[in-house]
Structures are given as structure tokens and as C-alpha cells.
């Protein structure tokens, strides 16, 4: 099983980048997908969550901004970055619950030039 993460890149304050995360393998089941993030010299910090019914959660910081959704049969995440700032320039992270197993996908890079 893996996870693919994409979509990452180099864009102007307030603009917008969609990240795709997507399943592989043999999957049986998908819970809870994830992305987090890690700045330079930073840990690795939460982002945003979805279950799988839909229920989603975000870091105060990103609260308003960005949009976490998933396409179950599609084994499918996104997460939808809007007004993007300087701040927001980490390597993304994906992580999803993939057959009841802690799975994380490589990093994507954002990076937000003010």
C-alpha cells in the first residue's frame, strides 16, 4: 500500500495550490485521512483531517483557507489551499488510516513567496 501526495509548488501570496493524495495497493478499508506539515527547522505539525463520513477538522491557522475533502471510491484526498501566505511554506504530508495502518505518504513542497 501507498500513499502518492502531489501538487505542491512555488506560488505568490494569496494564491491557491490543490494537494492530491492518493491510495494504492491492496486497500481494504480507508479511515481517516490526514495532511500535516513541516517547515524548515520546524516539526512536523497537524493540517487538516476528514473521516471517512465527512467530518473534518483544521488547525487554527488554517481554519477559513483551506478545504479538506475525499473521494472514497476513488481512494482519493485533496486539499484545497487558498490565500496562501508566506507562512504556509512547508513540505506537505499526507496520512491515512489504510487498512486500520498508520500510512504516510512522501512529502510535497509549498512554497509561498510573498
Known amino acids: 500500500v501507498q500513499l502518492q501526495a502531489s501538487g505542491g509548488g512555488l506560488v505568490q501570496s494569496g494564491g491557491s495550490l490543490r494537494l492530491s493524495c492518493v491510495a494504492s495497493g491492496s486497500i481494504r478499508s480507508i479511515g481517516v485521512m490526514a495532511w500535516y506539515r513541516q517547515a524548515p527547522g520546524k516539526q512536523r505539525e497537524f493540517v487538516a483531517v476528514i473521516a471517512s463520513g465527512g467530518t473534518t477538522n483544521y488547525a487554527g491557522s488554517v481554519k477559513g483557507r483551506f478545504t479538506i475533502s475525499r473521494d472514497n471510491a476513488k481512494n482519493t484526498g485533496w486539499l484545497q489551499m487558498n490565500r496562501l501566505e508566506p507562512g504556509d511554506t512547508a513540505v506537505y504530508f499526507c496520512?491515512?488510516?489504510?487498512?486500520?495502518?498508520?500510512?504516510w505518504g512522501q512529502g510535497t513542497q509549498v512554497t509561498v513567496s510573498s
Open positions: 496520512n491515512a488510516f489504510v487498512n486500520d495502518i498508520s500510512t
